[in-house]
Every structure is written in C-alpha cells, then in structure tokens.
C-alpha cells in the first residue's frame, strides 16, 4: 500500500535513507468514488476522478534486487515512494507514450499498455484481491497501475525524469 509518507514531490529528492533507489515511469489513478468489489475495466475507469503521470521509486534491502518471492513479499516489493506528476487523459492511459530519461538522456521507453494490457486491468485485479480480505479501493485513494519501462538506477547526483507524449513531465533527483 501506499501511504502519504512514501508521496515525494514532483522534481524533487528521495530521502537520503533510500539505499539502492530504482525509478520506473507509470500511471496513476486518483478515485472519485470506491471501487466496488467485481468491478471490470468500464467500473474502474467510471470511477476514477484523475490520471497522473507519475513514477515510482524502489529500494530494497536485497543486494542488487536478488531475491526470492517471499522475501520481496516481506519487503513489501520494494516499494519505497512515488512522485506524482501532472494529469493525462483519462481515455488516453492505454495509449499514452512515455520516454524515462536518466540526466537527460533516453533509457527506455513504453506505453500504458505496457501494464497488464491496459492500466486498469491491474486495479480490477486489485480490486478483486482486496475483496478477498473485506476492503476496497475508497474515493481518494491513488493507485499506481505498474511499471511501462524497465527500472532505472536512481545514482548519486542524477535526475530521473518520465515524459509523456501529452507533454506532462514528472521527475526525482537523488543529491550527491
């Protein structure tokens, strides 16, 4: 889950605790309305309030990301923050291309497709997994639908940056 501490702000730094900070371009939804348990793609999409551009930061207490499913389990699969950036149309988030950019130069490059077919295809996963256990995604929550690139190496003294075919940009730094 994510929670308001891992929220970092859009061209701004990771904390200085992050060990081996990764950054991977995604897709971001903000619900207007709860997401009721069986809920298919048109569900979740009526529900949703905004799309963000935004990017997730990794960090693991694996060496160099090697583990075993459960141990990326118990670190809760790394997930260390996310950035939020600015809106995306909502009828364009399986379509919309995105280029990551390390310092200024391309590092890859993916769609919103790229996450499980369409970036609402996970969160009707989701939704389906956290039925199981009594929940539900709730109006306001954010849900950031997977990665659309492989994830970048966030190194000392580099800016990570994901812009998007709609000219929305979001970026995070780690200082020296």
Same mark, same amino acid.
């Given at each position: 889950?994510?929670? @308001?501490?891992?929220?970092? &702000? %859009?061209?701004? #730094? $990771?904390? !200085?605790?992050?060990?081996?900070?990764?950054?991977?371009? /995604? +897709?971001?939804?903000?619900?207007?309305? @709860?997401?009721?348990?069986? &809920? %298919?793609?048109? #569900? $979740?999409? !009526?529900?949703?309030?905004?799309?963000?551009?935004?990017? /997730? +930061?990794?960090?693991?207490?694996?060496? @160099?990301?090697?583990?075993?499913?459960?141990?990326?389990?118990?670190?809760?699969?790394?997930?260390?923050?996310?950035?939020?950036?600015?809106?995306?149309?909502?009828?364009?988030? @399986?379509?919309?291309?995105?280029?990551?950019?390390?310092?200024?130069?391309?590092?890859?490059?993916?769609?919103?497709?790229?996450?499980?077919?369409?970036?609402?295809?996970?969160?009707?996963?989701?939704?389906?997994?956290?039925?199981?256990?009594?929940?539900?995604?709730?109006?306001?929550?954010?849900?950031?639908?997977?990665?659309?690139?492989?994830?970048?190496?966030?190194?000392?003294?580099?800016?990570?940056?994901?812009?998007?075919?709609?000219?929305?940009?979001?970026?995070?730094?780690?200082?020296?």
């Amino acid at each position: 889950p994510l929670t @308001d501490a891992m929220l970092l &702000a %859009d061209g701004g #730094a $990771v904390p !200085a605790t992050m060990t081996q900070p990764r950054v991977e371009p /995604e +897709v971001a939804l903000r619900f207007a309305r @709860d997401v009721e348990p069986g &809920a %298919d793609r048109d #569900a $979740v999409l !009526a529900a949703v309030a905004t799309v963000h551009a935004c990017l /997730e +930061v990794v960090d693991s207490v694996w060496n @160099d990301y090697r583990f075993k499913l459960e141990d990326n389990t118990a670190d809760g699969s790394s997930a260390a923050g996310v950035v939020l950036g600015p809106e995306l149309p909502l009828d364009r988030i @399986d379509t919309v291309e995105v280029t990551l950019l390390v310092d200024g130069e391309p590092f890859g490059s993916g769609r919103g497709s790229d996450a499980r077919g369409h970036p609402a295809d996970g969160v009707v996963w989701l939704a389906v997994q956290l039925a199981g256990r009594g929940e539900r995604i709730r109006a306001g929550d954010v849900v950031i639908t997977g990665g659309l690139t492989r994830a970048a190496p966030l190194a000392a003294g580099t800016t990570i940056a994901a812009v998007y075919e709609t000219g929305a940009t979001v970026a995070v730094t780690r200082p020296e």
